[in-house]
């Protein structure tokens, strides 16, 4: 499988933002921006990976300011870190007044996409890691993903627990007892 560098993953967006993307006060509805989000992920990891990729889950996604019709939204997506069939894309989004053309980071995003052939997950290439800074987004998603990977296993652990206390139990939780 042919390896790839993260500049090569770069993939570049843009759309402007119109009245039917706004929410009930008027701003740019944060679904829109996941959509937009989602397909520049789709973008990136399928032409690192010469194939099909689909959603496999949203990291954390913090909208730091609201996103005005009209505005211009960028999206900059790379690949941040690959395991065997999954790929760790990274967005940056960019608001742009078009009249005073002054550009704002409004969201930083990780998602996480399988590639597929044959509906079946398969293989992508390696990265390769060349600057300082590509080594160390690469190691931060190795982390998140080991991080994820302890988080779900102690979920589990807990909403079990959960499920197998008594009424008592439950009452005592319900009432603000330490879990």
């Known amino acids: 499988m042919k390896e790839k560098t993260v500049a090569s993953t770069r993939v570049e967006m843009s759309e ?17 921006i996941l959509s937009l989000i989602d397909v520049c992920a789709y973008t ?19 909208f730091h300011e609201p996103i005005e019709v009209g505005e211009f939204v960028r999206m900059v997506g790379h690949v941040s870190y690959v395991g065997r069939t999954s790929v760790e894309v ?9 009249y005073q053309q002054k550009a704002r980071h409004t ?15 398969a293989e ?11 080594k160390l987004r690469f190691l931060e998603g190795r982390l998140r993903r080991e991080i994820r990977t302890r988080q779900r296993a102690e979920l589990s652990e807990e909403l079990g627990r959960l499920k ?3 009424d ?9 007892a330490a879990f």
Do not use: W, Y
């Open 164 to 166: 197998d206390a008594d």
């Open 44 to 62: 990136t990891a399928s032409k690192f990976a010469g194939m099909l990729c689909v959603t496999a889950s949203f990291d954390r996604v913090d």
């Open 90 to 98: 990274t967005i940056e989004v960019f608001a742009e007044d078009i």
């Open 16 to 32: 402007v933002m119109q009245p039917s993307h706004a929410n009930l006060i008027g701003k740019v509805f944060g679904g829109a």
């Open 107 to 121: 969201n930083t995003a990780r998602v996480t996409m399988v590639a597929l052939k044959e509906n079946r997950p």
């Open 124 to 134: 992508v290439p390696r990265l390769i890691c060349e600057t300082r800074d590509e």
């Open 168 to 176: 008592a139990r439950l009452d005592s939780l319900l009432a603000g």
